[in-house]
């Protein structure tokens, strides 16, 4: 477990910046008056999420690697962040809809009932704790692997012959 604390710690970062965020568009109206622009405001947490990856592999290249990382050693770092945000994903996600924004899902599924875009029941389906969470997780894991991979390759160690050795000798 040792081996993966700086992971874990920026997992619990990324975590915590998630639900800070979350109270930042609450507090912009993107859970209620702007409910129609929540989608699009939302997908630019992925911004400073990159940063908090960076920083978390960075950290792991400087502290653990001995400023000699590869792709590979850092992508691994980047997936156990993620790992770590999904296991934590349902509570964060009970925290958001239960205290941050209570009203979001009956806002969200007025809108999309108001505007014709689904109908009550479909609304109702597509909007509720258990999809959000499910939704989180999907988007967590794919969207952190992702920037991981970019942030990874950005802090690999350029000389590739180096990369190789050490990969091969990690396995």
């Known amino acids: ?83 770590v945000g999904v296991i934590l994903s349902p509570m964060t996600q009970f925290i958001t809809y239960e205290f941050i924004s209570p009203n979001y899902f009956e806002n969200i599924i007025d809108y999309t009932v108001s505007s014709n875009k689904l109908s009550l029941e479909a609304a109702q389906s597509n909007f509720n704790l258990s999809s959000a969470i499910w939704q989180n997780i999907s988007a967590g894991l794919s969207t952190g692997l992702v920037i991981g991979a970019l942030a990874s390759y950005l802090l690999r160690t350029k000389n590739t012959e180096k990369e190789v050795e050490t990969f091969k000798t990690e396995n």
């Open 1 to 83: 477990m040792k081996k993966f604390a700086i992971e874990i710690k920026w997992g619990i970062i990324a975590v915590v910046f998630h639900l800070l965020w979350m109270v930042f568009e609450k507090q912009l109206g993107y859970h209620d008056s702007k409910i129609k622009w929540q989608m699009l405001f939302t997908m630019l947490i992925v911004f400073p999420m990159f940063v908090l990856y960076f920083f978390g592999i960075w950290e792991k290249k400087k502290s653990y690697y001995n400023n000699q990382m590869s792709w590979m050693q850092g992508f691994i770092s980047a997936m156990i962040i993620a790992v």
